[in-house]
């Protein structure tokens, strides 16, 4: 079964540097989303992309962050200048078609020290 | 904004028991899933789910739109159903935005 990938699994950062989270969604889905999860909370949402425009955003998703689809598989979450309070689990989802289904990868575990 | 509440927020059960959690959302929605966070952090569907009954080996969930709530049944459970459950909803026009409550976390005893 096709499934979303994401890279690294885990990513160690010294606060004020810059950070891409890789995400490789399900090949034929076209819309894509961005969670974070603080440990030990609940899954919060960043960032909607369909047609290569955000959708839809957070008010967590300031000026420090952004996304790309680069060439047609990957997509990406770009963090400027992390903090320590960017420490989180970084989900990526993707969908076939706008109210559906959403597949979620295994996560990319931030660390900001 | 819609608020999304789950209830129990804990559960520990002995294996082979059956449990019901619950899921209550303030608005109308057209998305609704349910997840699966197991130990390793993983977030793994288990139904999409915005109105009516789905069943899938021993679970099975049930969505009353008009009420506002849905209902995941897990019967006779096993320790690999530990983990948090979530639900999640999206309204109408909202670019994919999914809203997910506090999780469930369920700790099932051999």
Known sequence: EPEVTQTPSHQVTQMGQEVILRCVPISNHLYFYWYRQILGQKVEFLVSFYNNEISEKSEIFDDQFSVERPDGSNFTLKIRSTKLEDSAMYFCASTLLGVDTQYFGPGTRLTVL | ?110
């Open chain 2, 1 to 110: 904004g819609i608020q999304v509440e789950q209830s129990p927020p804990d559960l520990i059960l002995q294996e082979g028991a059956n449990s019901t959690l619950r899921c209550n959302f303030s608005d109308s929605v057209n998305n609704l899933q349910w997840f699966h966070q197991n130990p390793w952090g993983q977030l793994i569907n288990l139904f999409y789910i915005p109105s009516g009954t789905k069943q899938n080996g021993r679970l099975s969930a049930t969505t009353v739109a008009t009420e506002r709530y849905s209902l995941l049944y897990i019967s006779s459970s096993q320790t690999t159903d530990s983990g948090v459950y979530f639900c999640a909803v999206e309204r109408d026009n909202q670019g994919g935005k999914l809203i997910f409550g506090q999780g469930t976390e369920l700790s099932v005893k051999p």
